[in-house]
């Protein structure tokens, strides 16, 4: 069998010892903090050029956006732990609600994330006077970015493996080897879903939305840019889903991992919350299309 060896990466950047007390950097922390920092210049550089906008106008001053920064990180922590709790792991945590704000301990779910930024976002345009329209293109035009990150930070931590593959770019995961479902001989290799996200969902999708922004003059459209997210970030997850090793509890009840099932076939949790996020971008998109043509 061919196969890659996972190499040698440690989830801690480094730690230090204080006398009882262990600080660590992890990569996941890094990428999270990387995407904010830079998503919050990329922003900045963006409304310092108010011919991309709306009516030539920049919807806000660049100043504005710390705040929105700091507005967006509560949203994205809060939102994304509280949707991998009621999305992945309910009944766990109802059992044991004293665990629910242990977010070092894992457990972030992106689209439990994404609605906390939006309502973050729809909170801070209300305050400021600020169309959300403007809030959310300004938001997806930067989201692949961390994407990105976050996702190599996935891989670096050797989680979210994908299914076991005969492929010979499969890896050979530290710990998911030695998990092979029926049929399989350990050690099995398994789909780097990680980097196939990564590839997706950060490089694809940031080219298209920086091309559309940048050639397009995309944001002077509202609403193109975030529906351009919603269709290709729903689309690119759920066909990635198809070689993501589900989670365990949805594994337990069925052999896929499937929430939806519907014969041989069904649909798993991501692909389940991905398909409104493809629809509302589809929807979006021709909306933006036709105020367009107005």
Known sequence: MYAIPFPPLSPEIFSIDLGGFTFALRWYALAYLAGFLLGWRLIVAALRRPA???GGTAPMAPAAVENLLAWIIV???LGGRLGFVVFYQPGYYLANPGE????????????????????????????????????ADAMAMVVPLGLFLGRIANFINAELWGRPTEMPWGVLFPGAGAICPPGWDAPCARHPTQLYEAALEGLLLGMIVWYLVSRRDALRFPWAIT????????GARF????????????????PQGHVVSLGEFGVTMGQLLSLPMLLAGIVLILMARARGRQ
């Open 52 to 54: 991309l906008w709306p």
């Open 227 to 234: 529906g351009t997210f919603f269709a290709v970030y729903g």
């Open 100 to 135: 629910v704000l242990r977010v070092w301990e894992g457990g972030m779910s992106f689209h439990g994330g994404l609605l906390g930024a939006a309502a973050a976002g729809f909170i801070f345009a209300r305050r400021n006077g600020v169309a959300p329209s403007a809030i």
């Open 239 to 254: 066909l990635v889903e198809f070689w993501r090793e589900p989670d365990p509890q949805f594994l337990a009840a069925h």
């Open 75 to 77: 949203g994205v922590i």
